[in-house]
């Protein structure tokens, strides 16, 4: 059974940092591209980030929203994707969902994880 | 940006009635490859979202065929041929044409 698990959330003030993991099993992880994707409270998914598989140079992309501050990086070893935040604001204030693709192009995820909740206030 | 916009934003639908939600992207969705990356996601309450359609029209795998995504070019629409009560939420399309991937507004449905 593929299961993608998010950890890392919390509360932290503006400028401050924290580390999402996802933790997934149940698939060959090297495999696939992975993406971050949030959502605020009672508003619509926003992509973030994604990360290609080591095949296809393990290259990341980012919205414009986060890019110089978040950073998405991977571990194939232990099938754990990673997302850095700092400097983070409170719009940042989210749901943060690791997804897997499932192939092809484009935001094509067959699994998400549950979610981490990130508040950010002061 | 593909600015991607949905209508309408809430519908109410009786059960085994059928129900239709409509997309228009900012930009044509059509590649050189001849796909048209267009997707269709639900969002249950308190659960995160599902594939239902990618490429468009084609179904995903386990989704139930009353599910049927069509369109081309910057009009798109999602049609449920008879909605059943574990339909409801939130249905979001989303481009994938361009980085970066950005989601339309949703649209509530309501049994």
């Known amino acids: 059974e593929v299961q993608l698990v998010e950890s890392g959330g919390g509360l932290v003030q503006p400028g401050q940092s924290l580390r999402l993991s996802c933790t997934a099993s149940?698939?060959?992880?090297?495999?696939?591209?992975l993406s971050w994707v949030r959502q605020a409270p009672g508003k619509g998914p926003e992509w973030v980030s994604f990360i290609r598989r080591k095949a296809y140079g393990g290259t990341t992309e980012y919205a414009a929203s986060v890019r110089g501050r978040f950073t998405m990086s991977r571990d194939d070893s232990k099938s754990i994707a990673y997302l850095q935040m700092n400097s983070l604001k409170t719009e940042d204030t989210a749901v943060y969902y690791c997804?897997?693709?499932?192939?092809?192009?484009?935001?094509?995820?067959?699994?998400w994880g549950q979610g981490a909740l990130v508040s950010v206030s002061s | 940006d593909i600015v991607m916009t949905q209508s309408p934003l809430s519908l109410s639908v009786t059960p085994g009635q059928p129900a239709s939600i409509s997309c228009k992207s900012s930009q044509s969705l059509l590649h050189r490859d001849g796909k048209t990356y267009l997707y269709w996601y639900l969002q249950k309450p308190g659960h995160s979202p599902q594939l239902l359609i990618y490429?468009?029209?084609s179904r995903f795998s386990g989704v139930p065929d009353r599910f049927s995504g069509s369109g081309s070019g910057t009009d798109f629409t999602l049609k449920i041929s008879r909605v059943e009560a574990e339909d409801a939420g939130v249905y979001y399309c989303v481009q994938g044409i361009q980085l970066p991937w950005t989601f339309g507004p949703g649209t509530k449905v309501d049994i």
């Open positions: 149940g698939f060959m992880f090297g495999d696939h591209d």
């Open positions: 997804a897997k693709r499932w192939g092809g192009f484009g935001p094509l995820f067959d699994y």
């Open positions: 490429e468009a029209s």
